[in-house]
């Protein structure tokens, strides 16, 4: 919580090129020694980049991935997807009654802060679908 809380509050951010699914690769893998019974799946281009700032980006996964995997169903199967842009983050989870909590409240400043747009879908006992947009190219 206080790496989120400072990452919030210092506003200096470091933009950069980076490849899109190395991040997110690392990320799951890392969530897959958490979590060895989800079964993770990435669709993304291999050399895809996004100019963002690299600590706020992790930061933002770390956060979805950490609810989609703490919240996951009997049979748990998150689905990570990256295409023109868009980043979404599927999970068939118990859903998230309130949207908002302090975690997502720390991803959408974050993602404020770094122009990307997020929508939050959610059904009780079907699951959540986060979707990012990046404004910037």
């Known amino acids: 919580l206080h790496e989120n809380l400072e990452l919030i509050l210092e506003r200096k951010y470091n933009f950069e090129e980076?490849?899109?699914f190395d991040l997110l690769e690392a990320k799951i893998e890392d969530f897959k020694?958490?979590?060895p019974n989800i079964i993770f799946e990435l669709e993304c281009p291999i050399n895809e980049t996004i100019y963002t700032d690299k600590k706020s980006f992790i930061r933002i996964i770390d956060n979805i991935l950490s609810n989609s995997s703490k919240y996951s169903s009997e049979s748990p199967?998150?689905?990570?997807t990256y295409k023109d842009r868009r980043l979404s983050i599927q999970d068939n989870g118990k859903g998230i009654k309130?949207?908002?909590g302090i975690g997502m409240h720390i991803v959408h400043r974050l993602?404020?802060?770094l122009n990307i747009e997020i929508s939050v879908k959610s059904e009780e006992n079907i699951g959540t679908k986060i979707e990012l947009v990046y404004?910037?190219?």
């Open 18 to 20: 980076l490849m899109i």
């Open 33 to 35: 020694l958490l979590y």
């Open 77 to 80: 199967k998150i689905k990570v």
């Open 98 to 100: 309130y949207p908002y």
């Open 111 to 113: 993602c404020d802060n």
């Open 135 to 137: 404004m910037i190219s």
